[in-house]
């Protein structure tokens, strides 16, 4: 069965670097797009990054352009997000999602993330 | 950037019907998904592709599409379905876009 398992949250202060990571089972990245989406306190879902399932592709949110980065490594079948340059806004739970076509059809539990100083 | 716009809140009583929609300029290019997420979990897809009901979703929820509007009905509306709605589509420049949620409370 498929399931998505997000590590690397925790606190930060502005400024800082995180990296997230993502371990997929029940299914190889390789076949799949995969998205990184964030959900501040209280607020709504905010999709952060994107990478095609062949890796070819990556895209990001106005937001995180040029200070997040999204990875994988297919021989440990993981996803990660590599975040740089930390602001309070940034303060989320994060979600690892697998892409089906042009929805999100599995969800991970999410790890939260609090940028403060 | 592109929007999706939702309305804030809805409220019904049990038994009866809620709709929800969501207004985009490129919705009739593009479909869109809509998502149930109650507190503290991961949110779950309820419609694809506009109408479309994946398996395990009661039958109740439906969807339509209209223009530039598209349209989250759920019919007989049950206290387990207070929840936030999300609606997602994408432009040509970003693969996802969600709405900003409405907040579904059974009186």
């Known amino acids: ?7 690397g949250g925790g606190v930060v202060q502005p400024g800082g670097s995180l990296r997230l990571s993502c371990a997929a089972s029940g299914f190889t990245l390789r076949n799949y797009d995969m998205h ?11 999709w952060v990054a ?5 890796g070819s592709n990556k895209y990001y949110g106005d937001s995180v352009k040029g200070r997040f980065a999204i990875s994988r490594d297919i021989s440990k079948n993981t996803l990660y997000l590599q975040m740089n340059s930390l602001r309070p806004e940034d303060t989320a739970v994060y979600y690892c999602v697998r892409g089906e076509h042009d929805y999100g059809d599995s969800w ?4 939260l993330v609090s940028v403060s100083s | ?11 019904v009583s049990p038994g009866q019907t809620a709709r929800i929609t969501c207004s985009g300029d490129a919705l009739p290019k593009q479909y869109t998904y809509w998502y149930q997420q109650k ?20 039958e109740r929820f439906s969807g339509s599409s209209s223009g530039t509007t598209v349209t989250l009905t759920i019919s007989g509306v ?6 936030d709605y999300y609606c997602q589509s994408a432009d040509n420049n970003t693969p996802w876009v969600f709405g900003g949620g409405t907040k579904l409370t059974v009186l």
């Open chain 1, 1 to 7: 069965q498929v399931q998505l398992v997000e590590s």
């Open chain 1, 36 to 46: 990184w989406v964030r959900q501040a306190p209280g607020k709504g879902l905010d």
């Open chain 1, 50 to 54: 994107f990478i095609r399932y062949d």
């Open chain 1, 108 to 111: 991970g539990q999410g790890t």
């Open chain 2, 1 to 11: 950037s592109y929007e999706l716009t939702q309305p804030p809140s809805v409220s």
């Open chain 2, 39 to 58: 507190p503290d979990q991961a949110p779950v897809l309820v419609i694809h592709k506009d109408v479309e009901r994946p398996s395990g979703i009661p």
């Open chain 2, 78 to 83: 049950q206290a387990e379905d207070e929840a």
